[in-house]
């Protein structure tokens, strides 16, 4: 059975880079026609798919978010990584790595709060 785990700071200061990795055990990331995805869901509102990385290695972004982040992995460690750059006190959210949509699996979540 996959397990998912996110790591990353808690706590960002505006303009600066976010980055969290997602830590993969029971399966790997580069299995055929897995994708890998981030998606968050700031404080009072819904989920927002952030992207993900394909099985082959290429990754696609929401539009609204595509400018500023990356995903990016590491087939060694069997993890995969979010950078999301200039975040600002909006970005602010309960981050989530999740394997979408065949089989779906996600991790427990971590809070990034972007703030001075």
């Known amino acids: 059975q996959v397990q998912l785990q996110e790591s990353g700071p808690g706590l960002v200061k505006p303009s600066q880079t976010l980055s969290l990795t997602c830590t993969v055990s029971?399966?790997?990331?580069?299995?055929?026609?897995?994708?890998w995805s981030w998606v968050r869901q700031p404080p009072g509102k819904g989920l927002e798919w952030i992207g993900y990385?394909?099985?082959?290695?290429?990754?696609y972004y929401s539009p609204s978010l595509k400018s500023r982040t990356s995903i990016s992995r590491d087939t060694s460690k069997n993890q995969f990584t979010l950078q999301m750059s200039s975040v600002a006190p909006e970005d602010t959210a309960m981050y989530y790595c999740?394997?979408?949509?065949?089989?779906?699996?996600w991790g427990q979540g971590t809070q990034v709060t972007v703030s001075r």
């Open positions: 999740a394997r979408l949509p065949r089989a779906p699996a």
């Open positions: 990385i394909a099985y082959s290695g290429s990754a």
């Open positions: 029971g399966g790997l990331t580069t299995t055929n026609y897995y994708y």
